[in-house]
């Protein structure tokens, strides 16, 4: 309950923060933007007092004191201010018909895909089955952990990955709070708040009510044509309709034999890729803030906009890049629009900004990011995304984005243009044509960097940059198709015409949903939930211990205890070198008596084994049973630990 009362003074304080420092915004963005400052503060403030102490409760109460004392400072300073009285500028129907639904969805993929207790084993949905492991070892192993942390899944390697969307996690566990309920209550908080904000920045961009509802459904249930690959396959194979809800990645939006790489970004990216959401919480504020601040050309929102842009490197590095991205296309074009008396003093609010994010984020960037990105090897010229196989395109470049993106990828080019503009010069408020425009040369600006440009191992991951690019377009989407559907008036199949391009733009992403919603894997059985307890009550935080590198390792992930490698399916495409560890694992589990040198060099304290190093190694448990003590047996599972080394308790 501790841990919720945390969470919960940070967001008063986000909202406290907000209010005061935005008193003209109407009450719902101050409370979404309060929200998420909250959880950003929760984020950063306890890590910045990790340095100097540990990740533990200390931290975590200097840094809560340290939210309070700021939101006291900004009421304070504000008091006496005039503030929009108004909760909404929309019709409040929009966000409750929009976000709500969307946000039952959420939370319910989140309590059955993060760890759903079943008799004791725990459960995960389709797509959590790979990623989650690795945000659930970061955040249990940060427990009291020295700052910058390393690893868990390989010691003394720094910690270059994003984590502190975990940290969360772990500053509610160091008070108690369940791990499930933890990920599971900030997942789903996370989640409405992206909705409620990409439905705020279409609103503040179109003030157009069927913009911004066409926009909000092509975003959250989108999905290419994949569509007709599973009917094509249903005509050949009766099963094939049903292998959509029980197969393993069968749905029409992620089949990469079949080049269907555009992923439905509820299913594959915000429930799974936790990273991701933290991220989209943090950068939609920073888009909204970035429309704003040119549009009223409001300089102490530009510098709102640069502190609070500079705080989203270690939140979601590709978020960064993209705002990075979109913002310098924004600038160019905003300048250029300029008369040339202008054009200076439109430039120096950008500068301001970009100085400010730039000195908050340089720390950040050389310390993890540049050291993983860029001496892992990772950045390389790659032309089309994943579509580029050895040089050669698999399918046709245009249609592979139709296929992927739809008949959307189509709209992108007139959607830009759509909107007046107001007279070269004009010094008032920017006109939405204006900012359609900008908005759009900022989404190219994204778009031709993850077209050109390969930031990870995993070529994959660029979709995290197109997305944003996506997300930036489809508000003017949105409007440009209700100026079709205008100019259509009185045509007598407008409506079935519209009808029919909302149905092949949603059908495969709708499908995918439905997926996820009936997915069910056992992610850890009852014996290894049962290993994972005894090893967090018996060891100390910084043991590490000796298992296979298999992805849903107990020991890590639930015990949050370093182990000497992990899996390659994460070391691997974040870039990190990982072949001594690995060697050396196989040497202390298959031939222990002669590597008693390379026990020690580790520290390792007890061994894991279970059917997973049985299955992966040719262990010689005969010499850990003669040799060690058996420490913890049960089912499949046995943990040993040297000879002499005394424990709190010993279970058999």
């Not at 003394?156 to 500053?171: A, C, E, K, Q, R």
């Amino acid at each position: 309950m501790t841990g919720f009362l945390i969470l919960a003074g940070y967001l008063l304080c986000g909202c406290v923060t907000m209010d005061a420092l935005l008193p003209r915004r109407n009450g719902l963005v101050r409370l979404w933007l309060g929200l998420c400052a909250g959880l950003v503060m929760m984020m950063w403030l306890p890590t910045l007092f990790a340095f100097a102490l540990r990740f533990d409760k200390a931290a975590q109460l200097l840094g809560l004191a340290t939210a309070a004392a700021a939101a006291g400072v900004c009421a304070f300073t504000a008091k006496g201010q005039a503030r929009e009285r108004r909760f909404t500028d929309m019709p409040l129907w929009l966000p409750l018909a929009l976000v709500l639904p969307l946000a039952i969805l959420g939370g319910y993929l989140q309590y059955t895909h993060m760890l759903r207790n079943v008799d004791g084993a725990l459960h995960v949905g389709q797509s959590t089955y790979g990623d989650l492991c690795l945000h659930l070892g970061i955040a249990t192993s940060l427990r009291g952990a020295a700052y910058p942390p390393d690893y868990s899944l390989l010691p003394n390697t720094l910690l270059g990955y994003p984590f502190l969307g975990d940290s969360m996690v772990t500053t509610m566990l160091l008070f108690g709070s369940d791990l499930t309920a933890a990920f599971t209550v900030t997942g789903t908080l996370m989640m409405a708040l992206v909705y409620l904000g990409f439905v705020i920045f279409c609103w503040e961009l179109t003030r157009s009510r069927a913009a911004t509802v066409v926009a909000t459904v092509l975003m959250f249930i989108n999905g290419g044509l994949g569509f007709l690959y599973a009917l094509d396959g249903i005509g050949r194979d009766a099963t094939a309709f049903r292998n959509i809800f029980t197969g393993f990645y069968l749905t029409p939006t992620n089949q990469p034999a079949l080049n269907l790489r555009w992923v439905n970004v509820i299913c594959d990216m915000m429930i799974p890729q936790r990273t991701l959401l933290v991220g989209w919480t943090a950068l939609i504020p920073a888009l909204w803030l970035l429309m704003t601040a040119a549009r009223d050309r409001d300089l102490r929102a530009f510098a709102l906009l640069g502190i609070w842009a500079g705080a989203i490197p270690m939140i979601h590095t590709h978020s960064f890049l993209a705002l990075g991205l979109v913002s310098a296309g924004a600038m160019v074009y905003a300048v250029l629009r300029a008369v040339k008396g202008k054009r200076t003093a439109v430039l120096l609010p950008f500068a301001l900004y970009g100085g400010l994010a730039l000195a908050l984020a340089l720390p950040q960037l050389l310390t993890w990011s540049v050291p993983q990105t860029v001496h892992g090897g990772a950045l390389r010229f790659r032309f089309n995304w994943v579509n580029n196989q050895n040089g050669r395109l698999i399918d046709g470049y245009c249609w592979f984005w139709i296929k992927n993106v739809g008949l959307i990828w189509l709209m992108m080019i007139p959607a830009a243009r759509v909107g007046k503009r107001a007279p070269r010069g004009n010094e008032g408020p920017m006109a939405q044509g204006d900012l359609t425009r900008m908005l759009g040369v900022g989404a190219l600006c994204v778009y031709v960097a993850a077209e050109l440009i390969q930031f990870q191992p995993n070529e994959y991951d660029n979709n995290k940059l197109f997305y944003v690019a996506y997300m930036v377009m489809l508000p003017a989407v949105g409007l440009y198709l209700v100026t079709l559907w205008n100019r259509l008036k009185g045509f007598p199949g407008r409506a079935l015409l519209a009808a029919v391009f909302m149905l092949v733009s949603t059908l495969s992403g709708a499908l995918s949903i439905a997926r996820e919603v009936v997915s069910d894997y056992q992610l850890f059985e009852r014996e290894a939930v049962h290993a994972a307890a005894w090893v967090e009550e018996n060891t100390p935080m910084d043991a590490v211990v000796l298992t296979g590198n298999q992805h849903n390792n107990p020991v890590a992930a639930l015990a949050g205890r370093h182990i000497v490698c992990g899996t390659g399916s994460y070391l691997y495409f974040h870039g990190i070198d990982y072949s001594l560890q690995q060697q050396d694992e196989q040497a202390m589990l298959q031939w222990p008596g002669d590597n008693l040198d390379l026990f020690d060099r580790y520290g390792i304290e007890c061994v894991y084994i279970s059917s997973y190093e049985r299955s992966d190694f040719d262990v010689d448990e005969a010499w850990f049973a003669d040799h060690c003590d058996l420490a913890f047996s049960e089912g499949d599972i046995s943990i040993y630990r040297k000879r002499g080394i005394h424990w709190k308790s010993t279970q058999n």
